[in-house]
T-cell receptor, first 116, second 110 residues
Framework: EAQVTQNPRYLITVTGKKLTVTCSQN?????MSWYRQDPGLGLRQIYY???????DKGDVPEGYKVSRKEKRNFPLILESPSPNQTSLYFC???????????????FGSGTRLTVV | AQSVAQPEDQVNVAEGNPLTVKCTYS??????LFWYVQYPNRGLQFLLK??????LVKGSYGFEAEFNKSQTSFHLKKPSALVSDSALYFC????????FGAGTRLAVHP
């Protein structure tokens, strides 16, 4: 089944403890992106990747890192999480960067992160 | 700067009645417009899109949306709402960058 898989689905952590949220897609998609969803703010883009080894900041990149060493994987790294990073996170992908305009995204099921 | 607005935080509709979820945009150039639906504990699912062509776009689950260039709107509609349509709906749009609206929670009551 073609899908975007995120892990974990739920995570509670403490301030300052490094964590990684994994994202993997099995559709050979070039473009991948991370969003955070907060009430009243919709989805805001954190980072995106046009292809392997190419990553760029989105609208809210502070406090986050990403890497794209392989085409299928796009992990989101929080080096020192803080309570303001408590949110619902989504990974999304499209076959090509252009396809996100023509066909939209395939989304993962989300990761609910709580930082205490 | 581009923007996408969903002016209603929540829309309440009785089952069987028509529903409308509003979306307006501010985009320089011809916009790409999408609607997504999010059910509880699920990711966003694509409903429909407008790129060019007919102003009335039909999508999944009986939803449709009307592109209105003069009013810069792309409202989501359904002729007869179901309780199972209750979910969070997001409009997304833009020209060289795609932006999500804040989301509208649709509650369909029996």
């Amino acid at each position: 089944e073609a899908q975007v898989t995120q892990n974990p689905r739920y995570l509670i952590t403490v301030t300052g403890k490094k964590l990684t949220v994994t994202c993997s897609q099995n559709m050979n998609h070039e473009y991948m992106s991370w969003y955070r969803q907060d009430p009243g703010l919709g989805l805001r883009q954190i980072y995106y990747s046009m292809n392997v080894e190419v990553t760029d900041k989105g609208d809210v990149p502070e406090g986050y890192k990403v890497s794209r060493k392989e085409k299928r994987n796009f992990p989101l790294i929080l080096e020192s999480p803080s309570p303001n990073q408590t949110s619902l996170y989504f990974c999304a992908s499209s076959l090509t960067p252009r396809d996100r305009f023509l066909y939209g995204y395939t989304f993962g099921s989300g990761t609910r992160l709580t930082v205490v | 700067a581009q923007s996408v607005a969903q002016p209603e935080d929540q829309v309440n509709v009785a089952e069987g009645n028509p529903l409308t979820v509003k979306c307006t945009y501010s985009v320089s150039g011809n916009p790409y417009l999408f609607w997504y639906v999010q059910y509880p504990n699920r990711g966003l699912q694509f409903l429909l899109k407008y790129i060019t062509g007919d102003n009335l776009v039909k999508g999944s689950y009986g939803f449709e949306a009307e592109f209105n260039k003069s009013q810069t709107s792309f409202h989501l509609k359904k002729p007869s709402a179901l309780v199972s349509d209750s979910a969070l709906y997001f409009c997304k749009g833009g020209y060289n960058k795609l932006i999500f609206g804040a989301g509208t929670r649709l509650a369909v009551h029996p």
